[in-house]
């Protein structure tokens, strides 16, 4: 069964950065996918990444691209989401995400079966 949870979630001034980070466990097997969603308060939820257990595949929103960065640490299986240049409309619930069925990891086209619990990012 596999778990994440995340952390970092802060307020930060717009034009800063934050980073946050999902610590993963339980994954049966090597290949699989993780991403970090978000949703703003009356808004949809939207797909900020999609990483896939390769390394290199990664796959970032329009809305984020050039500003957010997301890294892996293989050994602490830890996913982190470097998040420069803040604006407020990045104000939102921020979710970890992973499924680890073995399939491609292309954003918007993968399904998540595991959630964490979120953290929250406010932009002021």
């Known amino acids: 069964h596999v778990q994440l949870v995340e952390s970092g979630g802060d307020s930060v001034q717009a034009g800063g950065s934050l980073s946050i980070s999902c610590v993963a466990s339980?994954?049966?097997?090597?290949?699989?996918?993780m991403g970090w969603f978000r949703q703003a308060p009356g808004k949809e939820r939207e797909e900020v990444v999609a990483?896939?257990?390769?390394?290199?595949?990664?796959h970032y929103a329009d809305s984020v691209k050039g500003r957010f960065t997301v890294t892996h640490d293989n050994a602490k299986n830890t996913l982190t989401l470097v998040m420069n240049s803040l604006k407020p409309e990045d104000t939102a619930m921020y979710y970890c995400?992973?499924?680890?069925?073995?399939?491609?990891?292309?954003?918007?086209?993968?399904?998540?079966?595991?959630w964490g619990q979120g953290t929250q990012v406010t932009v002021s």
């Open positions: 990483f896939g257990s390769d390394g290199s595949t990664k």
């Open positions: 339980g994954f049966t097997y090597g290949r699989y996918c």
């Open positions: 995400a992973a499924n680890d069925e073995g399939i491609d990891c292309y954003l918007g086209s993968w399904g998540p079966t595991y």
